[in-house]
């Protein structure tokens, strides 16, 4: 196994962290805020962190020179073009806006882990669509990557995919031609979304900005949370495994930090075995190449002097017993997400040849 010196992005515990598995698809009941159906009004990224909005606003479209969706090599884009914009963004998580006639619907059914809950309110928001206005769509698609992105644990995060199949499905039976437009911009907007936050090349990458540990902690979590969801739709059906390719392909070869690894777990265990499924490649190529770019890279990784970019990257020291200066215990948790990728990656890839 190759030897890992990737670096966190924040200063890792006495204690590896743990990660819980996803769990079986069983939803348990849970309580609902009230949405104040008195109130026509609301806040649409209200708690979101202000770099999930910039990124949500501004999708990221970075180049993959020499590159196909069906091969691992990936070359790097020899001009990026980097945004220089200066918006407020932060007022956005303040920004109060008239509460559309179908909000009522989404704000319940992202608040419940009752599939009878995301097809009653899908069915609804569907049909509320014949007097839609510009802009109605293009609200849902935020709101279901701004709702994803603060999700606290699995279950929530699994239940947004779930009410996203749902309108997904009733849009495609109801309305053919918002169902295009729905699937098209959801999953353009969230791969933009997802790339700025951890591609290199853009500058509003968790690897590029000088955060405090307060802001990147949130934004991290945001970030990861959005691996997750779109591991989510792939597994429901939304997204397909070439959708998502790119983003792996790009995670797998800026892995310069543990994280780059926890969000190519994230992804791989929220999609399941759909993204090793069946298709017009070799598969079993497809999974061997995979494995070697990924141990290619964590290797280099090992002989390299990862340069220290901002505050962020700055690993904490502490000062032993015998006044001796020592680093942080940062190889652990790499270790273990790397090995869990390839026991994830063994699993699902096998099951998705059994099919």
């Known amino acids: 196994m190759p ?37 026509n009004t609301f806040k649409p990224y209200q708690d979101v962190p202000e770099e999930i909005i910039r990124n949500v606003k501004n999708p990221w479209r970075p180049s993959f020179a020499n590159s196909t969706s069906t091969s691992w090599a990936y070359h790097e884009s020899s001009d990026p073009v980097l945004e220089t914009r200066a918006e407020p963004y932060k007022a956005y998580t303040e920004q109060v806006i008239q509460k559309p006639s179908w909000y009522i619907h989404f704000h319940v059914a992202v608040r419940s882990t009752q599939p009878e809950d995301h097809e009653s309110r899908a069915k609804k928001i569907v049909k509320s669509a014949e007097d839609w206005c510009l802009g109605d769509l293009s609200l849902l698609v935020h709101l279901f990557i701004a709702r994803a992105a603060i999700c606290e644990d699995e279950e929530p995060v ?8 749902q309108v997904c ?3 495609e039976n109801n ?50 949370n959005l691996a997750k969801f779109m591991g989510a739709l792939v597994g429901y059906g939304v997204l397909t495994p ?13 892995a310069t930090h543990t994280e780059y690894l926890m969000a190519i777990r994230e992804l791989l265990t929220y999609a399941e075995d759909r993204f090793w499924k069946k298709g017009s490649y070799d598969r079993e190529n497809d999974v061997s190449e995979f494995l070697q770019r990924l141990s290619e890279v964590v290797s280099s990784s090992s002989a390299e002097e990862i340069q220290v970019q901002s505050d962020v990257d700055v690993q904490l020291q502490d000062e032993g017993d ?26 699902f890839s096998r099951a998705a040849a059994d099919k």
Request: glycine share 6%; aromatic share 10%; with cysteine.
């Open 242 to 254: 070439a959708d998502i390719k790119p983003c792996v392909r790009l995670l797998v070869h800026q």
């Open 175 to 224: 309305n053919p031609s918002y169902y295009t437009k729905f699937v098209n911009q959801l999953g353009r907007v969230l791969i933009g979304t997802f790339l700025a936050c951890w591609d290199r090349d853009c500058e509003r990458s968790l690897a590029r900005l000088p955060y405090t540990e307060h802001q990147t902690e949130n934004y991290l979590s945001s970030s990861l």
């Open 158 to 165: 699994l239940a947004v995919g779930s009410f996203a199949q």
């Open 3 to 39: 030897s890992l010196t990737l670096r966190p992005f924040l200063s890792v515990p006495s204690k590896s962290p743990t990660f819980p598995k996803v769990s079986k698809r069983r939803w348990p009941l849970d309580g609902r805020d009230d949405p104040a159906p008195g109130v």
């Open 169 to 171: 499905y009733y849009f």
């Open 322 to 347: 015998d006044g001796t200066i020592t680093s942080p215990p940062c190889m652990e948790p790499g270790v273990a997400v790397y090995d869990e990728i390839l026991e994830l990656v063994d699993h």
